[in-house]
Structures are given as C-alpha cells and as structure tokens.
C-alpha cells in the first residue's frame, strides 16, 4: 500500500489510513467504553446546539441562496458538465430514481409518519393538538425534507462534476477547492479535505443504516417473524450489510440503479395505496395548502436560530436534519455527479432541486397527513410513536386496509433502500480513499461497507437514536466550512467558462497561489537567487489550462 497521487489506481494511503484510524477509533471505543461514549455524545450535542447551533442555520441558508443565484443566471446554466459533445448516460427516470435512493431513502420511510405526529403533539409555535397544529407540522417537515437538502448536495454534487468532466481533475472534493488553493489540493490541504469527507460519509450513512434497521426489525416483529431487540438489529446490520457489498462488488450500473429503479417503483406503489385508501381528498387538498405555507414561511424557517427561546427543538429538529444532510453531502453529491456527467448545469440544478422535493412532498402529505386524519380519528398513532419511533410507519397501515401485504411491502422498501443507501456510500468511500480512482481494490470496497456496518452497530449500543443523531451533527462542522470553500470556487470556475462555454476555459490562478509564488520569489531575489518559472509568473496572472 502506497501513497500515490489522485488519478492513480489503488489505495491512496494519504486519505485511506487516517480515515481508517479515525474510524476504527470510534468503533472500538464505543465498543470498550460504552457509557463513556454515550454521556460525553450527550454532553456534546448540549454544547453544539447552544453554541454553534447558528454556524448550520447560516452555511445552510448560504447554500439555498447560491444555488438559486446559480440558477437565474443563463451564462452559468448552458454550462455542460463535460466535453460539448457529452450526453447523459442515464434516462431520466434512471437519473430521478438513483438521485432519491441515494439522498433520501431509508430516513423518509423512518419520519414519514412519525415526525408529522411528534410536532402535532409538540409544535415549535402553534397550540398542541390543533389544525394549526396540524398544518405547522407538515410546514416544518416539508422544510426539513425540502429545498435545504437537495441544495447542500447540489454544491458538492456540481462542484464534483464540474472539475473532473470539464476540466479533467480528480472526482474527489479537494477538486472543488483548485480555485482557491491552486495545485495544493494535491498535499495536505487535499488529503485533509478528503479524509474529513470519509469520515463525515462513514457516520452519516450510518446514521441512515441505524435508523433503517431499527424500522426493518419493526417490521419483520409486526409480521411475527422477528422480535425487536439491539441483539436482532445488530444481526441484520451483518445481514444487509452483506447483500449491500455484493452490490458494490457488482457495480454501478448492475447493481445500484436496478435496486434504486425497483424501490422507486415499490415506493411509488405504496404511496398511491396509501393516498387511494386512506383519506384522498384531505390528502390533496391538504398537499396544496401545505406547499404555500411552506412557501409563505421559507425564508422565516431558513434563518430561525431560537435564539430568544429554548434551543432544544431546534437541536433535536433542524440541526440534526442539517448535519445529518452535511454528512450526507460527499457521499450524496459524489454519488449524484457519477450518474448526471453530460447534463448542463442548468438542467442538472432544475432536475436534482425540484424533482426530488416535489416526489418528497406528495410523499409527506400522503402519510403524514393521512396519518393526522386517523388519529384524529382516534387510530392512537401518536401512542405508538411515543413508545417506538420505528414502528410508526406500520401502525399507520395497520390501521389501513390489507396490512397483510402492505406491512411486508414497506419492510421490502426499507430494505431495499438501506441496501442502496449502503452500497453508494461504500462507492464513494471508496473512491475518495483511492484518490479519485472509479474503480478501486476488491478489499477497500469490502472494508468500508463493513465499517459503516461496524459504526451503525456500536452507535446503536451506545446511545441509540440520539447517539446517531449527535454524531452526525458533529461531523458535519467541519464539513461546512468546506461546503461554503467549495460553492466560492465554483463561481470562480463558472465565471471563466461562462465566457466560452463551448470549452473549459483556464481556471483563474487563486490569489492564494499567486500571493504564495509572489512571496517565494521575493525571499529568492533577497537571497540574489533567479526566481523560478516564467516572466508571467507574477500575482495577477492565469494559470495554464488543466
């Protein structure tokens, strides 16, 4: 194992090791010193939400607000993430059902049902119980499940595709700072951004995969066919986990866009069954009028710090949903520019921002809004989520015409995105830890898939759900600084080819690189030696074309 450059095959032991350290460190020490690791998980989930709960209001508005400036701008939009004569490789409902799979998944399934439930009992403003109530509760999840997300992938996503279609550098995300750091993203800069991306992809597709088995062994227990324990749920990790690796193994096209195809289609399925049995009317209307409130409150909810109130709600709410999507972020985007090369810019931010979030929100309103209409009726949802989170999901079809099929169905559906949440991870893992390689070792891909195993297991005996929750709001600090680094040189990047958009035009040199040269060659004439490189070498000048 050697330490070779981006663009070379093999691992790249500069990301691969320390990223492998860090994760192997938390795996045994949750495992050795579990209830050291869930009070010190405890106390750092206090201290993030008192004092650094702004930083993820603030990276995460930023973000929204760059995209759509993307977005209105035509110069930018005709922009082709590769060469002008690159055309997708996927369809469109291939491109659609992977960019859900991949950014939703298992989490929609899990708080589908349970979150509407949890914030009509206990809303951020409204009266507990009331159709105010009611109304705010599905506000709130459509915000957390709607343009912030899609938007934070898209940076990196755009970011990612851009610099390694069009211009030819490494499919990784120290690629995304070459307009700020020049040819350092080649050092330690590079192999520090990278490694932090793994082990932000490590924890928060684990996160993914605690939340999905805990609903998986819900749903096998309401069908009699396993009872629910950590015992149990560590057991099907292994198991998953198993088929997920076969599918890396497999590789993109053979494995995850068939499964991510099947569960679009099963999923698609089961929430026409829901929208056609349960209440269909209030489910429509009630879709419309959601969508305006949370249109009418979108800019109220995105800069919303609590800061004269109680900070519990927002971290146990909305910081949690923007770390774990910040986690999410290298694995999603990374997963989403490997099957959008050959879309413009422009069709690539309309289909990733807006398709996605539209399917999210008939989903939402089919089951959360049926699921407030039956406990108004009196179904005792509510009790259910009080006693289990995971469980949520399945009392609603209980209560519903032909529980015997659909109960095993959404178990199917669970499954099948947690084996694809599971296997694009593990792809982008492994393609940031060999360095921008596509296809990396056999072993490296067997040895994420089971650390991201091993990780959700002994998150889940730490502290459960609030354990993943924790430490997925924590990985994603680091990680934004890099997101706000990362959307500053991509406008950099899309202001020097928006003035040839037929050819990836010379990325303008950083100012870091030109200050750097500038300083280098000052210390050199002192010293009466020549200065290095060319006459136009100077601060000011562009740098040669990729």
Known sequence: MTGRRPHGGGVYARVFLPAAALVVALVVSAAVWTEAVGDWIAELQTFIAVELG????????????FVLVVLLRPDFRRLRLGPPDSYPEYSYLSWFAMLFSAGMGIGLLFYSVAEPLMHYAEPPRAEPGTPDAALEALQVTFFHWGLHPWAIYITVALSLAFFSYRHGLPLSLRSALYPLLGRRIHGVIGDAVDTAAVVGTVLGVATSLGLGVMQVNSGLARVGLLEESLTHQIGLIIAIMGAATLSVVSGLNNGIRLLSRANLFLGAALMLFVLIAGPTRLVLAGFFESVGHYVDGLVELTFRTDAFRSPDWQADWTLFYWGWWISWCPFVGMFIARVSRGRTVGEFILGVLLVPTLFTFVWLTAFGAGALHLEEAGAGISAVVQESVPQALYAMLEALPLAAITVPLATAVVVGYFVTSADSGALVMNVLASGGNPNPPLLQK????????????????????????????????PLSLILVLMAWGLWTAFRADAQQSDLASPIPEPKLERLLRYLDERRRRRRGGAPQGDSNSGPGKRSKRL
């Open 446 to 477: 067997i040895f994420w898939s089971s650390m991201t195993g091993a990780v959700a297991a002994v998150l889940l005996i730490a502290g459960g759900l609030q354990a993943l929750q924790t430490v997925t709001i924590a990985a994603a600090l």
């Open 54 to 65: 702004w930083v993820y209001t603030g990276v995460v508005a930023f973000l929204l607000g």
